[in-house]
């Protein structure tokens, strides 16, 4: 009678899991085959960026940013969380291939009624539970999961690349309003130095009052794109302090290079084949949702099959802590059952439908991803293309309003012009400086919008 109520106590201890938690426990051979190793570094991370790319800028600083924001921008480190996440529910998914085994202990003490002594006694359960996976059934579980974790590494390398991208366009564009506020200022003093000959020319009655008020009203214009252009320089470098992991407070110590020192050698090609999108982390990922919304629905057909479910169990139970492990107070059972679904309530084939409807879904998407995929790297070919045209033109513009100026400052130092017309041609001088300074910010852009286009290897398929 002591040993039927001893052990049915300590079975109930059963319902108290204690699972032994073993750090750095190796991983089993089998794991390692399915599941990639999350091993993320640095260099994984430069890769990502393909920074010899950034080479063709010949720009030490803009690489030293890049550099920086890869280390140390926090949307990647969140990205990479996001990839260590999945990488653990591939882990946790692929337990459910292996046996789980469930242990305990417990003391007891037990006092029966007539009876003057109480009794003590000691246990160790421990069960052994395994879905034998004939159907491979949680083996392609396994396999939905990976390509989830798969997918994230691709969400973590367009991360990576579209940051490269901001950073890069962002110093363009800082460098840019910097020529664009030294010309602007250029502008306001040309146009203050138009208003007081004006002022002079109204005295003496050789402009008329309407001219001067024009002339004030463009010089009001004039200092006011100033300040626009000065609070669009704070506030992009403000954007760019965080691209690169610093605090906004320090973005008046964010060294750049000018745009005239600027020396960048990038050929457009004409063309590039559509094969380069394979390259893009968005189509990679599409792709493997597909993969997986396949999978899923292999899953859902093999959930009509039966389990198979085979459970092993060991009890030690003596009265004394030194006769635990002997044989005579050990009890081992092994039995197994196979159970299948007879009445779900239809749930079974609805499941089976939506995992066929969500394969049709991701499948459109996947075609969706590559014609956009298409149309982004056309977009960015053409723009590289005609912006360098436009540009060619625009320098061939100002090579002729700088030729037409120094005419007209010989006409001026003949007498022939008033210096007020002289400095009417200086202002048209550096109104044209100003759009070439942004064309050629433009060009360059381009060229890193061609760069994300193609998944930061935009020449791989030319070259």
Known sequence: MKKIITTALLT?????????????????KQFKSM??????????????????????????????????AVLNNYDLKMATINVEEYYQQTRAQFANQLPSVTGGFGPSLLKMPGMTKTQSG???????????????????????????????????????????????????????????????????????????????????GLTSTAD????????????????????????????????????????????????????????IPQQIPSEIIVNRPDYVKAELMVEKAGIDVKVARKEFLPSINIIGGG?????????????????????GGLMAPLFQGGSLKANLRLKKAAYERVLQN????????????????????LDKEKMSQTEKQYELEKADYKYNEQKYNQGTISKLDLIQYQENLLAIEKLVAQQKVECMTDAISLYKASGSKPYDYVN
Not at 16 to 27: E, F, G, H, R, T
Not at 374 to 383: H, P, S
Request: net charge negative; glycine share 4%.
């Open 315 to 335: 009890l030690f139970n003596a009265g004394d802590i030194g006769s635990l492990f002997t044989t005579k107070n050990m009890l081992l059972g092994v039995a």
């Open 122 to 204: 000691f246990g160790l359960p421990m069960i052994v539970q395994y879905e034998a996976d004939i159907f491979l059934k949680n083996h392609d579980k396994t396999k939905s999961v990976k390509k989830l974790y798969e997918g994230s590494k691709m969400d973590e390398r367009a991360a990576y690349i579209a940051i490269a991208s901001a950073v890069g366009t962002g110093y363009f564009n800082i460098i840019k309003l910097d020529k664009m506020i030294s010309l602007q200022e250029d502008i306001v003093k040309t146009r203050q130095n138009i208003y007081d000959l004006m002022l002079l020319r109204n005295k003496e």
């Open 35 to 68: 599941v990639i190793k999350n091993k993320n570094t640095d260099s994984d991370k430069f890769a990502y960026i393909n920074l010899n790319w950034w080479d063709n800028f010949n720009d030490d600083l803009l690489n030293s940013y890049i550099e920086k």
């Open 12 to 28: 109930s201890i059963l319902s108290l899991n204690i699972m032994p938690v073993l750090a750095d426990s190796p991983q089993p």
């Open 366 to 385: 996947y075609y969706k991803t590559n014609l956009t995929a298409i149309q982004e790297v056309n977009d960015a070919l053409v723009a590289s293309r």
């Open 212 to 267: 001067t008020i024009i002339a004030n009203k463009a010089l009001v214009q004039g200092q006011t794109d100033l300040i626009e252009l000065k609070k669009q320089r704070e506030q992009l470098l403000h954007q760019f302090c965080v691209l690169v992991g610093e605090s906004p407070e320090n973005s008046s110590s964010i060294e750049r290079n000018s745009l005239d020192s600027l020396n960048y050698q990038l050929s």
